[in-house]
């Protein structure tokens, strides 16, 4: 079974960055990859996605600060934010999905017993 592990997240000030990275243990044929991020009292909500023709999409409260990638040589999804805020205080969490990324950014998060999901990494960011 391949697993997901994020590093990455910390703390930092309001308008400083982060980049979140999402190491995979092995190969896996699933559609697209993704961030996702679950704040405190709410909903997990997908942020950004790619897929495997490297076209990518966001959410519309990170376009333009928030840039998703992918190492093929490293296996590993990465996250880089910029200009952070405060309401981007949650856990992120990365994933492989059988979901294209059209379905991915929409709530509720789709489900498959097939997707791999990460453990999850904290960012605070504090104003």
């Known amino acids: 079974q391949v697993q997901l592990a994020e590093s990455g997240g910390g703390s930092v000030q309001a308008g400083g960055s982060l980049k979140l990275s999402c190491a995979a243990s092995g190969y896996t044929r699933h559609r697209s990859m993704a961030w996702f991020r679950q704040g405190p009292g709410n909903e997990r909500e997908g942020v950004a996605c790619?897929?495997?023709?490297?076209?990518?999409t966001y959410a519309r409260s990170v376009k333009g600060r928030f840039t998703i990638s992918h190492d093929n040589a490293k296996n590993t999804l990465f996250l880089q934010m910029n200009s952070l805020k405060p309401e981007d205080t949650a856990t992120y969490y990365c994933?492989?999905?059988?979901?294209?990324?059209?379905?991915?950014?929409?709530?509720?998060?789709?489900?498959?017993?097939?997707?791999?999901w990460g453990q999850g990494t904290l960012v605070t960011v504090s104003s």
């Open positions: 994933a492989k999905l059988i979901w294209p990324c059209n379905r991915v950014l929409i709530r509720p998060v789709p489900k498959d017993d097939s997707d791999i």
């Open positions: 790619v897929e495997q023709d490297s076209s990518t």
